[in-house]
RNA sequence: GCGCCCGUAGCUCAGCCGGAUAGAGCGUUGGCCUCCGGAGCCAAAGGCCAGAGGUUCGAAUCCUCUCGGGCGCGCCA
């Protein structure tokens, strides 16, 4: 739609127009400043070049109405062509909101250790890159998903050693606990099962403990994927950290060749302040083994090397010390650090009855993400998400969630979804009967909701080029909402206009329906 | 101590590349079913935008400081 509009004004005016939201529903649907910054190239009033550029646009038959308002251009579409649009999309569901295919994009998201299954912290990026996948998918991106598995390092280990614990502790040895161990249910049935499959001997000598960890790791990699599934996340790419050592001589190298690092007191430093960060970084130790910075070093420097348009990464938010120093590795290489995008992942607090949970994956009492997904469902977890930039703190109650009422969002917003689907039901109509319907002689607030339900594609492009994935559940609220109202202040089923009034109806459900299986939400038709 | 994020209505949050009466949802209070689903609609109350300075014709929005909360500041991942 906005697309039309652009283009019929750029067939008029050869400079790149701005088209931008009016500030009051008598000013039109769109507006452009276009005047002001001809005014300089033409060196002439701006009002009368936006009176000029008014008649002109006057005889397009996408608009109605075009007006100069103190040198605005406000442009107001016309009836017709609201209205042909919306008979393409109802025919055309799937390109409803389609973009045309653009760059492409490596999103890594998730990357949780392989440690413990997820929690609700994780669940959030979870989400969040599911959405902004599919919604730039949707708009035109090519993206690809990927998964960084951190399996190497001491974490490993430890995973290894508590199941060892666990299963010594199941199976009657003695058992002495160290400081530092993962606990929680998991990695007790993590032991017992170890027992049952591996056989008790694995637990009665401490070299089996490394054998144990990649056992378990698996494990857990399989949990992690199952815990995502049940969210619907998916992803295209997983990435062993453990496999990229293997790239580290190759990848050092290149830091030498670029006197990137430095050797001291035995280590070897990565000049990461000539990029911007606060300090220098060790990248190997004294005994020679790489550290973890090292690892994603690796990681980004063969991620750039695959050739995307850009990077996005989906981070914790507790990991933003890190974004210096990984983007200063890649400057070094020689690239654009700015075609990395970090995402922040802020903390989750919740709270079940107003009670607050401490989430601590070492101390074993954090949240489950599947526990959560079990209590309230996906798409109430997703749509919380989604109403809420992803950098800010978000606290909230399960139970509220988990109630069947308008205070849940979801619901609000499936009503208007099921309303139109019974609403054809009661009217005896099949939706597609009515889609060349034309909506000629409908009121004002009709045409309203259906300039509403058509932003759509907008809203989309928006959303994801400005990375706030809340504008869109916000949208589909304030959509349900529209129809609501409109609902209640027009009867339909067996007026005189009923097949208009269907076919308006079929429109904002479509919206409603594509918008929410782009949060990876299926739209109810009954409730 | 230093760095980053945050502090907007009772609660959870939008708005924040400055612009005209600060928004939404929930909650509260009061209305609306002879009518297609009342899982809905309408209305009201509720805010010195944490505080203090500054820049500006104009600040919730930009700058500085203070207070309050969170997260980092590992040669852990």
Not at 57 to 86: C, M, Q, W
């Amino acid at each position: 739609m906005k697309r039309r509009v652009l283009e019929t004004l750029q067939k008029h005016i050869d400079h790149p127009v701005v088209l931008e939201k009016p500030r009051e529903k008598k000013f039109g649907h769109y507006a452009t400043p276009i005047a002001f910054s001809l005014a300089k190239v033409l060196r002439k009033n701006p009002m009368m070049i936006a009176e000029e550029l008014a008649e002109k646009l006057e005889n397009e038959a996408i608009f109605e109405r075009v007006e100069a308002v103190k040198g605005y251009v406000n442009l107001k579409l016309s009836a017709p062509f609201l209205d042909e649009f919306a008979t393409w999309a109802l025919k055309n569901e799937e390109d409803f909101g389609k973009g045309e295919e653009g760059e492409s994009v490596l999103l890594e998201f998730v990357s949780a250790n392989p440690t413990g299954p997820l929690h609700i912290g994780h669940a959030r990026g979870a989400v969040w890159g599911d959405v902004l996948a599919r919604v730039g998918a949707h708009v035109g991106k090519k993206i690809a998903r990927e998964y960084y598995i951190n399996d190497a390092g001491n974490q490993i280990y430890l995973l290894g050693l508590s199941v060892y614990l666990a299963g010594r502790e199941h199976l009657g040895l003695a058992v002495t606990w160290p400081e530092e161990y993962y606990r929680g249910e998991y990695i007790v049935d993590l032991a017992k099962k170890a027992v049952d499959t591996l056989g008790a001997a694995m637990f009665e000598d401490e070299e089996k403990i490394p054998e144990l960890a990649d056992w378990a790791k698996e494990e857990m990699m399989a949990l992690i994927n199952d815990n995502l599934a049940e969210a619907g996340i998916f992803f295209d790419h997983y990435v062993s950290e453990k496999s990229l050592y293997a790239r580290w001589d190759e990848v050092f190298g290149k830091l030498k060749e670029r006197n990137a690092v430095y050797e001291q007191d035995g280590k070897w430093w990565i000049r990461s302040t000539e990029h911007g960060d606060e300090k220098d970084r060790v990248v190997v130790r004294e005994d020679g083994r790489p550290t973890y910075l090292a690892g994603d070093i690796i990681y980004h420097y063969l991620k750039f090397e695959r050739g995307y348009d850009r990077y996005i990464n989906i981070w914790g938010a507790d990991h933003h010390g890190y974004i210096a120093r990984v983007k200063a590795a890649i400057a070094f290489f020689g690239h654009d650090p700015q075609r990395l995008e970090i995402i922040l992942s802020q903390m989750v607090s919740l709270l079940k009855n107003g009670e607050p949970y401490k989430m601590s994956k070492r101390a074993g009492n954090f949240i489950l993400m599947s526990d959560i997904v079990e209590e309230i469902g996906a798409d109430a977890l997703r749509f919380v998400f989604l109403t809420k930039k992803s950098d800010t703190h978000l606290e909230f109650d399960v139970e509220d969630l988990k109630k069947e009422d308008n205070s849940n969002p979801i619901y609000y917003i499936n009503y208007a979804h099921a309303r139109v689907f019974s609403l054809f039901e009661k009217a005896g109509v099949d939706q597609p009967a009515v889609f060349d319907e034309s909506l000629e002689g409908l009121d004002e607030t009709a045409y309203d909701l259906l300039f509403s339900a058509l932003l759509l594609p907008e809203v989309l492009v928006d959303a994801y080029e400005s990375r706030q994935l809340q504008k869109i559940t916000e949208y589909l609220r304030n959509l349900a909402g529209m129809y609501h109202k409109f609902y209640y202040d027009h009867k339909i089923v067996g007026t005189p206009n009923e097949r208009k009034l269907l076919k308006l109806s079929a429109v904002t459900a479509l919206s409603l329906r594509v918008g929410l299986r782009l949060l990876g939400i299926e739209a109810a038709k009954k409730m």
